[in-house]
């Protein structure tokens, strides 16, 4: 069934929770403060408001929970992203973890699941890659950082399975780490993907010279987010010191930046 309001986005039935971060990221793309009918603009058509009361409803609830603050009232009223809604959008990004610095040291983690088991053994390797852990063998995982937090939170979750071991390795014999990185992530679908988002960046930055208003600003910027996120979907944003040769992550980010600054200046000058 598709409903369509009156100021002409349209939604579907059937999603029944909004994503109230992928709604605030908004306030992130270069404004702090939006007045309702820009933010009503530039929300307009979004995915997650499908099933969902008109905008106004959505306004009231982002302000009865906090994460904005609203100064004025009706068609005139802005909105100001709060401390609290900024803490519910804040995504960490690659750069913070390439400058980790890497002791040298690998981190090993293990376990046998028995082929009765096959279901909970799909289960376990899937939340490790969740966490991008690298497959370095069967049922032997890998990953260059204390991993002892992140493999709890997957015990609590899943469960311990038999013969579970985690141990570092300070030295290599027959391969160096450069193979182990080779080995253990798929470096041909990640590359393959970040090239995907290189050759349409160019072509996204260059649109937002031709948006004329912010409803299409909106729809460019989710697109642009989404490809930006799918193109690191697998990258386990190893330390720079572990790149390896194809990497293409950082041309990635710096393609991003650019696009982000110059949706920062149409929004402002749609928004004047």
Sequence with gaps: MRLR??????????MKRLD???????????????????LRDLL?????????KPA??????????????????????TYRITDT????????????????????????????????????RQVLWRALRD?????????????????????SEVIQAEGIPECFCGFTSRSLFFCT???VVASAWNWKEINRRQQSYLDQSSL???????????????????????????????????PQSLWPKSCKGARVEQEHQRFRQRLAQRMAALNA
Aim: glycine share 10%; charged share 30%.
């Design 5 to 14: 309001w009156k100021d002409g986005c349209s939604r579907r039935m059937g």
């Design 20 to 38: 109230y971060g992928n709604v605030l990221e908004v306030f992130s793309w270069g404004l702090d403060s939006l007045r309702r009918p820009a």
């Design 44 to 52: 307009c058509g979004f995915e997650e408001f499908r099933d969902h």
């Design 56 to 77: 106004v409803r959505l306004f009231e609830r982002l302000e009865m929970g906090g994460l904005v603050k609203k100064t004025g009232r009706g068609c005139h009223a």
């Design 85 to 120: 809604g900024r803490s519910l959008v804040r995504r960490e990004g690659p750069s913070e973890h390439w400058a980790k610095s890497w002791d040298g040291s690998w981190r090993v983690v293990t376990f046998d699941v028995p082929e009765v088991r096959r279901k909970d």
């Design 131 to 151: 966490r991008k852990l690298g497959l370095l063998q069967r049922s032997v995982w890998i990953w260059p950082h204390p991993v002892e937090e992140m493999l």
């Design 177 to 179: 780490d450069a193979e």
């Design 204 to 238: 996204m930055t260059g649109l937002l010279a031709d948006v004329r208003d912010l409803s299409r600003l909106g729809a460019l910027a989710r697109s642009e987010r989404q490809a930006y996120w799918w193109a690191y979907s697998l990258d386990p944003w190893l």
